[in-house]
């Protein structure tokens, strides 16, 4: 097995000034970022084909594009030859009724024996040691399982399983055969600075202004909701996600430095009430960049799953 990097790339705090030079070539600063999150993808996708893993492990905070990620890498593998295929964490949980209780008595969804580990284990052994498995289906509109499963062949190739516990050993991935699974971290890795060097914006504040996109254009939430539940996003995070970060055998960086030109077009069409300070505040941040309209990002983008087609 080849060895990958466990070393974690610091974050690049960039002037704002530079983005908005960069932005005066609209076309040009977007192409040349599509092209940089390309280029990792194809280097993530090389090293796992190096490793001799059949299984990747990939995890990332909210609104980090994992879910497109883990497909855009998975269509990277299968482009060299390989099989591959990407499997939700999110289709195995136990359903409604079978959820741990939280301290006031409601529905836990975030931890992870909302999963079925001894299901999700046996996948994971499968997987391993044949190449092959059968994974549950779940269904959000009934919160319950289907019963009905979806065959995954990846048998000389490489599997992505993606999702929020993907780096917890509880899933059983340390009992597996030396060498057989990795661990992807897909995270944001650039911040923005003011001309006096003072940071104007963090990975958070632009996890945030994605979330509260998607959330306005897609989810039927207003900017109240999404700022209201961030708080416990960015708890269950530090706690089930970066407290295994430490696993990650490789870094990789989903940001686009042309997004922060991008978000304040979304936020400043967005309302709130018992957050408007918040929202107000995250939009003045984002005035510190030229807006870009979202036509300019192209239709195969990542940041598509943001702001839709």
């Known amino acids: 097995m080849t060895l990958v990097s466990k070393q974690t790339p610091p974050k690049r705090l960039v002037g704002c000034e530079l983005i908005n030079l960069a932005g005066a070539d609209q076309a040009r600063f977007v192409q040349v970022c599509e092209q940089r999150y390309h280029d990792r993808l194809d280097a993530a996708a090389h090293a796992a084909l190096n490793s001799g893993a059949q299984i990747i492990m990939l995890t990332g905070p909210s609104a980090a594009g994992k879910t497109t990620t883990a497909r855009k890498l998975s269509q990277r593998i299968a482009a060299s030859g390989r099989r591959s ?9 136990v359903g409604e009724g079978r959820y741990p209780k939280q301290a006031d008595g409601s529905d836990d969804y975030e931890c992870v024996e909302a999963l079925d580990l001894p299901v999700l ?10 190449g092959v498995c059968d994974t549950p289906i779940f269904d959000f509109l009934t919160q319950k399982p289907t019963g009905t ?15 929020l516990h993907a780096f917890n050993p ?16 897909a995270g944001l890795r650039e911040e923005y ?7 104007v914006l963090a990975t958070r504040d632009i996890r945030l202004a994605r979330r509260l996109t998607r959330d306005f254009l897609f989810r039927g939430h207003d900017a109240d909701f999404t700022l209201r539940l961030w708080p416990h996003v960015c708890r269950s995070e530090d706690r089930y996600i970066k407290a295994f970060k430490s696993r990650a ?9 042309y997004e922060v030109c991008l978000w304040g077009h979304y936020t400043r069409e967005m309302t709130a009430v018992e957050y408007a300070g918040r929202l107000q505040e995250l939009c003045r941040r984002f005035a510190a960049f030229d807006s870009l309209p979202g036509t300019a990002v192209p239709a195969d983008s990542m940041l598509r799953e943001f702001i839709g087609q």
């Open 85 to 93: 295929a990407v499997i939700s964490l999110d289709d195995f949980f």
């Open 121 to 130: 284990r046996r996948c994971l052994r499968d997987l391993a040691d044949t």
């Open 149 to 163: 499963t979806r065959h995954i062949d990846g048998r000389g190739g490489v599997v992505v399983i993606e999702g």
């Open 170 to 185: 509880a899933l059983g991935v340390d009992s597996l055969p030396k060498g057989a699974a990795i661990h992807i971290y």
């Open 193 to 199: 600075a003011a001309p006096d060097g003072s940071r």
């Open 249 to 257: 055998n490789l870094v990789l960086d989903t940001s686009f430095s």
